[in-house]
T-cell receptor
């Protein structure tokens, strides 16, 4: 069965620090990969997605993620975080040839100190 | 476009009561889904639908029922509420099951 692991459950950073959030999935076939963000009190919204092509994808608000197929990873990065990036971040995997069910990771709560 | 709407925003139920959480979308999306979000557990799929008249179970379907009579609406029914169903419920829709999902604002449900 598909599964998604997010290793960091809570991350605290100061403004301007660099961010990397880990995401690993377990599925041997072709996958679509997503990062969603949930700001306090709001619903989830898409940060970025990977379907195919360039494994380095850029999303909104300066976020990017790199798909490394050999490592089954899709880590999220941002070179310099801002206080407004305080949120919960979810990695999600969908396998087009599988069961068509989205699997979400357990989420990483990021707190950025001003 | 209103996107994905959910009602109610908050609800308190007593154990054994039933209720329906409403979800509607105006984007003509075929794929719709219901998730519950619990601390430390992320989002877990309850039920999903790939089109009107077609529904299927997700990871945690027990105690919930769905139907999809129109493309726009995908209500979630709690048959007999239990404290374990205290959670935040999100509805989402998508152009197809392979694409990014658009989420509603959520319903916070407490069962006492």
């Amino acid at each position: 069965a598909q599964s998604v692991s997010q290793h960091n459950h809570h991350v605290i950073l100061s403004e301007a620090a660099s961010l990397e959030l880990g995401c690993n999935y377990s599925y041997g076939g072709t996958v679509n990969l997503f990062w969603y963000v949930q700001y306090p009190g709001q619903h989830l919204q898409l940060l970025l997605k990977y379907f195919s092509g360039d494994p380095l994808v850029k999303g909104i608000k300066g976020f990017e993620a790199e798909f490394i197929k050999s490592k089954f990873s899709f880590n999220l990065r941002k070179p310099s975080v801002q206080w407004s990036d305080t949120a919960e971040y979810f990695c999600a995997v969908n396998a087009p040839s599988g069961t068509y069910k989205y699997i979400f990771g357990t989420g990483t709560r990021l707190k950025v100190l001003a | 476009n209103a996107g994905v709407t959910q009602t109610p925003k908050f609800q308190v139920l007593k154990t054994g009561q039933s209720m329906t959480l409403q979800c509607a979308q105006d984007m003509n999306h075929e794929y719709m889904s219901w998730y519950r979000q619990d601390p430390g557990m992320g989002l877990r799929l309850i039920h999903y639908s790939v089109g009107a008249g077609i529904t299927d179970q997700g990871e945690v379907p027990n105690g919930y029922n769905v139907s999809r009579s129109t493309t726009e609406d995908f209500p979630l029914r709690l048959l007999s509420a239990a404290p374990s169903q205290t959670s935040v419920y999100f509805c989402a829709s998508s152009y197809s099951e392979a694409y990014e999902q658009y989420f509603g604002p959520g319903t916070r449900l407490t069962v006492t």
